[in-house]
């Protein structure tokens, strides 16, 4: 079945760590790829996407992402987290045309 | 602001009762979609329409769930004789028609708490 896991459901981390949050997903055919962030009462945002091309995609904030196919992984990465980052992060696929599939999530939370 | 909105933002019913929520998606947006959230887990896939046809629903959305899109537009979630287990947060997203695979952009959800 097609599914998308998370490894870490929490991650803490002091500020200027480097991130890099694991998104795997199980699925031979085309995938589209996506981060997510929910920061504390707010909506889900989009943070970067990967449709096709160069497998590293830059999104916002410094956030970056590297798809590699054989490893069927599309991890999350920043050099130097803020405090401000501190939120909840879904990794998601979408498999077939339309919805999306999500991992369960990774909490981080960065200290001052 | 344009967005994706949702009503109410927090729901508390008595278990039996019946309870509606809506989406006012972005209004260019031809897709949308529920998800259904609780604690510790990622959104989990309900349901989504293209225009006013209900396209796909997921097994989750047991015959007490019913969902509308009339005319293409707002959308309702309707759930009859609410559970305990029903308590999440639920969650409406929209996007455009396009290429497969255009990200979707999120409400920020109807909490539903059923006691």
């Known amino acids: 079945a097609q599914s998308v896991s998370q490894h870490n459901h929490h991650v803490i981390l002091s500020e200027a760590a480097s991130l890099e949050l694991g998104c795997n997903y199980s699925y031979g055919g085309t995938v589209n790829l996506f981060w997510y962030v929910q920061y504390p009462g707010q909506h889900l945002q989009l943070l970067l996407k990967y449709f096709s091309g160069d497998p590293l995609v830059k999104g916002i904030k410094g956030f970056e992402a590297e798809f590699i196919k054989s490893k069927f992984s599309f991890n999350l990465r920043k050099p130097s987290v803020q405090w401000s980052d501190t939120a909840e992060y879904f990794c998601a696929v979408i498999f077939n045309a339309g919805k999306s599939t999500f991992g369960d999530g990774t909490t981080l939370t960065v200290k001052p | 602001d344009t967005g994706v909105s949702q009503d109410p933002r927090h729901k508390i019913t008595k278990r039996g009762q019946n309870v509606t929520f809506r989406c006012d998606p972005i209004?260019?947006?031809?897709?949308l979609y529920w998800y259904r959230q609780t604690l510790g887990q990622g959104p989990e896939f309900l349901t989504y329409?293209?225009?006013?046809?209900?396209?796909?629903k997921s097994r989750l959305l047991s015959d007490r769930f019913s969902a509308e899109r009339p005319k293409g537009s707002f959308s309702t979630l309707e759930i009859q004789r609410t559970e305990q287990g029903d308590s999440a947060m639920y969650l409406c997203?929209?996007?455009?028609?396009?290429?497969?695979?255009?990200?979707?952009?999120f409400g920020q959800g109807t909490r539903l708490t059923v006691v």
């Open positions: 329409f293209q225009n006013e046809a209900q396209l796909e």
């Open positions: 209004s260019e947006h031809n897709r």
């Open positions: 997203a929209s996007s455009p028609q396009g290429a497969s695979g255009t990200e979707a952009f």
